[in-house]
């Protein structure tokens, strides 16, 4: 079915301290995942994406995991600062012609 | 910023109305996707065009309908507006290759 979903809907995390949000998957057919960051009155913005044929891949500050066998996907940001946060959504796309598939989403929340 | 531009920013409506929501792709992008993101919710996808033509529909009923435009920019339009159409909705924009989409800021949307 259609469904990606976040384990923790609220993530409250130290400034300074390394972020680690989940997501749970479902749709095994899915070959493409993109991690989208919202702030609040704003469009998500692309963060990082990672193809099924892949399990890691590291951008500026951020790192995306997928482990297939379990269908699942984190995002990590490492040094989390005051501007990170915000509503993290995990999205699945089966092919490249196809709908975004988002999940609810997981708001981060920076403690001074 | 990603390029992708929507007007109007707000909007209010009676029940029963019309509404038309537009949208500017990014420069080369000759995709567009409309989405309409539910308070606390992720993004839903309503449609999607290519080169004029719907390519890809969500679960949403006809009267949620949509154009494109030979420079790329797009329009939905929502006829006889329900409460629950109450939203933000969102345009992204792609390349015809890739697919990464990059969302525009969102029309806020309230029927009353």
């Known amino acids: 079915g259609e469904s990606v979903g976040l384990h923790l809907p609220t993530l409250s995390v130290q400034e300074g301290d390394n972020s680690i949000i989940n997501c749970a998957y479902s749709n095994s057919a899915s070959d493409y995942f993109i991690w989208y960051k919202q702030e609040s009155g704003k469009g998500p913005q692309f963060i990082i994406d990672?193809?099924?044929?892949?399990d890691k891949r590291q951008g500026q500050r951020v790192t995306v995991l997928l482990n297939k066998t379990v269908k699942h996907l984190s995002l990590q940001i490492a040094a989390t600062q005051p501007g990170d946060s915000a509503v993290y959504f995990c999205?699945?796309?089966?092919?490249?012609?196809?709908?975004?598939?988002f999940g609810k989403g997981t708001r981060l929340h920076i403690l001074p | 910023e990603t390029g992708v531009t929507q007007s109007p920013t707000h909007l209010i409506k009676t029940r029963g109305q019309q509404v038309t929501l537009r949208c500017s792709s990014q420069?080369?992008?000759?995709?567009v996707s409309w989405y309409q993101q539910a308070l606390g919710q992720g993004p839903q996808f309503i449609f999607q065009?290519?080169?004029?033509?719907?390519?890809g529909r969500g679960n949403f009923p006809p009267r949620f309908s949509g154009l494109q435009f030979p420079n790329y920019s797009s329009e939905l339009n929502v006829n006889a507006l329900e409460l629950d159409d109450s939203a933000l909705y969102l345009c992204a924009s792609r390349t015809g290759t890739e697919e990464t989409q990059y969302f525009g800021p969102g029309t806020r949307l309230l029927v009353l």
């Open positions: 999205a699945e796309i089966m092919n490249r012609d196809d709908k975004i598939i």
């Open positions: 990672i193809r099924s044929n892949m």
């Open positions: 065009y290519y080169r004029e033509e719907e390519n």
């Open positions: 420069s080369g992008h000759n995709t």
